[in-house]
């Protein structure tokens, strides 16, 4: 089970948010129960129907409350805390109601306060447990930000996945990570990778070691993260293999955390410019997300030549 703490929450957004603790314990757990529970939906407005997520009262809430009996009030809020909220916070400068504080005085509750606006903490805190309880994932390879485009260069062993990030960084393209890429799944079809803190800004290059690639090619040529949008397969050729599909019909795709991804194969071999290939690969993948199918397009202009000759036949 993916999990963190009321106090890891407090502790990252204690000064962003503005966060004083007013009362409870902070070593509750926020935790994703179950697989179909997106971790965004662990925090949200005041709300019945989900009494288990960290509430957030703002004015709009107090403002219902103010219209209605004391014993309604007491009874809604006996519901929310019978089934243990990691924490309440107290939004929009909002005076702090001495009822609330009581109860969570009394269960232990955490209780914090805010002047921020409630809609505004929301989607930090979303934002924030997306990413701290979202899948991931490690896999080998490198992993690059290419005209914009996060490319995870993955292979066969030897295929020089290295030689060819190095080539693309000397080029002005920048390294997110090399050997070990940690996937997180923070939106359904999102898929963010980063580089474990110990390997930061390192590369290693056969013959060469391990270089650091800030030192070397300054900040520029480092990325803390990118988005994956494509996958890039070096494929070392052997005899007995079959050649590769000139014109290819269909995409190939490959799963990570349950998300396709585009997967573009280069063959390996003596004389190919790798780097331009797969800057081309990354050029032709813009223009698919743009709407623009350069091999489709061919086949339709093929078509209208067939159907042109046809006629004049």
Same mark, same amino acid.
């Given at each position: ?145 290419? *005209? =914009?485009?996060? @490319?995870?260069? $993955?292979?066969?062993?030897? /295929?020089?996945?290295?030689? &060819? +990030?190095?080539? !693309? ?87 990570? *955390? =349950?998300?396709? @991804?585009?997967? $573009?194969?280069?063959?390996? /071999?003596?004389?190919?410019? &790798? +780097?331009?290939? !797969? ?35």
């Amino acid at each position: 089970m993916r999990r963190t703490s009321v106090a890891q929450l407090f502790e990252a957004h204690h000064e962003q948010l503005a966060l004083t603790h007013v009362c409870g314990r902070l070593d509750r757990e926020i935790a994703v129960p179950e697989e179909r529970i997106w971790p965004a939906d662990l925090v949200g407005h005041l709300n019945l129907m989900h009494p288990d997520r960290l509430q957030i009262i703002g004015a709009a809430e107090l403002t219902w409350a103010q219209r209605q009996s004391r014993e309604k009030i007491a009874h809604h809020l006996q519901e929310i805390f019978a089934a243990r909220p990691p924490a309440i916070i107290l939004a929009d400068n909002c005076e702090l109601p001495g009822m609330l504080q009581t109860i969570c005085e009394t269960t232990q509750v955490a209780l914090f306060r805010t002047p921020l606006a409630s809609a505004g903490v929301i989607d930090q805190l979303r934002l924030y447990l997306s990413r701290q309880l979202a899948e991931k994932v490690s896999l080998h390879g490198v992993f690059m930000d290419v *005209l =914009g485009l996060g @490319v995870f260069i $993955t292979g066969d062993s030897g /295929a020089g996945k290295s030689e &060819l +990030a190095l080539e !693309l960084i000397s080029r002005g393209h920048g390294l997110v990570a090399d050997d070990v890429v940690e996937f997180s799944r923070i939106a359904p079809t999102v898929l963010e990778g980063r580089c474990p803190e110990l390997l930061q800004d390192f590369i290693e290059v056969r013959g060469l070691g391990i270089l650091n690639i800030r030192t070397i090619f300054g900040e520029t040529a480092c990325r803390r993260k990118m988005r994956l949008r494509l996958v890039v397969y070096l494929q070392r050729r052997t005899l007995g293999d079959g050649d590769p599909a000139r014109l290819p019909i269909h995409r190939e795709t490959q799963t990570i *955390l =349950g998300v396709e @991804v585009p997967r $573009t194969i280069l063959p390996v /071999a003596a004389g190919r410019n &790798l +780097a331009v290939l !797969l800057e081309a690969a990354v050029r032709s993948q813009i223009l698919n997300l743009r709407g623009i199918d350069s091999t489709q397009e061919f086949i339709e202009r093929q078509h209208k030549a067939i159907e042109q000759q046809s006629g004049e036949g």
